[in-house]
């Protein structure tokens, strides 16, 4: 057991809330590895929702699934259809988060979020109190990144006495890119839009900084993908830069695209389709963004995504009073057994491998950053049990 954490006696009983591709893996996984007396699926599709439940237990080979049809946006309602539940995820777009935080601390439920909204994570952070209080865990940004890269990057940095410097690059890509976009959307197009907009946290010479999108261009060499670009985006760091001032001098994290993305999503940027101030257009008012997204959605959308997940940590510091370099890489692909992608994967099962800890009273209580809830060696072990292939190498310098 995690020290602070709590023995539970309970069988845990599971909610994932968004029946979308990110929340089904994550419930997957929950019914492969969490011992659930129960696990319920909640959206307010229903018609998605029997269709996720379907497949799930198809795929599990039981009736463990079930569902309920509720709107997370109506607290009222979430509140009666988690009646029993221990352990929740939450698997809608960030806005929702905070309601479903007070729902969360109201009943003594352990949360975890796949957040991506650093503004937003700090503030439910602030409920740390609350959340010792109600003796749970709420940990947000859970996810690919911020999530699986924030707990490599703990890890690497867990392999060398002083680490300095964490670099990491990021992605999820289509293995086989088609003009013009090179791109197909594997989650929730307002969270890549969330990403594309404003400023990331960095550390630079020990100070956290604000970076803008955009900016940080560079072609990097990923195999067994080729060569592609990276660029910085916003929230893929979650409050990491503050946890970490003090102990590295520089902390950065980059997004990974096929070339020729970065020119047009710029360009898409710069005219001010990302904003989300209104403007007038002949007698309406319209939201760039609404814009942006009814005409880009339908173009970078698929059923099925044949994708890759790319994540990559370099750590620098010293071992045994000698430079060090610590190289990390996870490399995941669509799974054809399964029908998942490697972006729910990564994304779905780092959320699950926490809610389970957590229902295992192996995480303390508290609202605690991602970065400090669980060793990084913890979640890497996790992760191989579930065929994540992840590769590590340590280099010392005399």
Not at 295 to 307: A, F, N, S, T
Not at 336 to 358: D, E, K, N
Request: proline share 6%; with cysteine; hydrophobic share 40%.
């Amino acid at each position: 057991m995690i020290p602070g954490g709590k023995e539970k006696r309970m069988m845990p009983c599971y909610a994932v809330i968004g029946a979308g591709r990110q929340g089904i893996a994550a419930a997957y996984d929950l019914a492969k590895f969490g011992k659930p007396d129960g696990l319920i699926l909640i959206d307010k599709n229903t018609e998605i929702l029997r269709e996720a439940t379907d497949h799930l237990n198809s795929l599990l080979g039981s009736s463990l699934v079930s569902y309920s049809t509720a709107d997370a946006s109506n607290i009222s309602q979430l509140t009666h259809t988690l009646k029993g539940v221990t352990t929740l995820i939450s698997a809608v777009p960030y806005t929702l988060n905070l309601g479903i935080t007070d729902v969360a601390l109201a009943k003594g439920i352990n949360m975890f979020d796949m957040g991506g909204n650093t503004y937003i994570v700090q503030q439910q952070l602030q409920r740390d109190k609350e959340a010792k209080d109600s003796d749970i865990t709420l940990v947000p940004d859970c996810g690919m990144g911020p999530g699986m890269n924030i707990s490599l990057a703990t890890y690497a940095m867990s392999l060398i006495d002083s680490p300095t410097e964490v670099y990491i690059w990021d992605g999820g890509l289509p293995q086989q890119p088609t003009p013009p976009w090179n791109y197909l959307l594997s989650f929730n197009i307002g969270g890549l839009t969330n990403e594309y907009h404003g400023h990331a946290y960095f550390l630079r010479q020990g100070t956290v900084v604000k970076v803008p999108c955009f900016t940080g261009y560079e072609k990097i060499d990923f195999p067994p993908v080729g060569r592609l670009e990276a660029f910085v985006t916003s929230g893929g760091l979650s409050t990491m830069p503050w946890t970490f001032q003090g102990i590295l001098t520089t902390l950065e994290n980059k997004t990974l695209r096929y070339p020729g993305h970065w020119a047009s999503f710029k360009a898409f940027a710069d005219l001010g389709l990302l904003s989300l101030t209104p403007i007038t257009v002949g007698k309406n008012q319209i939201v760039p963004r609404d814009l942006f997204h009814a005409l880009l959605e339908p173009k970078i959308i698929q059923p099925i995504i044949h994708d890759i997940a790319l994540i990559r940590i370099n750590c620098r510091g010293a071992k045994n009073e000698n430079p060090a370099l610590v190289n990390i890489e996870l490399i995941d692909s669509y799974n054809h057994q399964t029908g998942f992608m490697a972006m729910q994967r990564v994304t779905g099962w780092h959320a699950s491998i926490l809610a389970i800890l957590a229902a295992q009273g192996k995480l303390p209580p508290g609202a605690i950053p991602v970065e400090s809830v669980a060793p990084g060696v913890t979640i890497v072990n996790e992760a191989r049990k579930r065929g994540f292939i992840i590769h590590e190498e340590v280099k010392t310098y005399l």
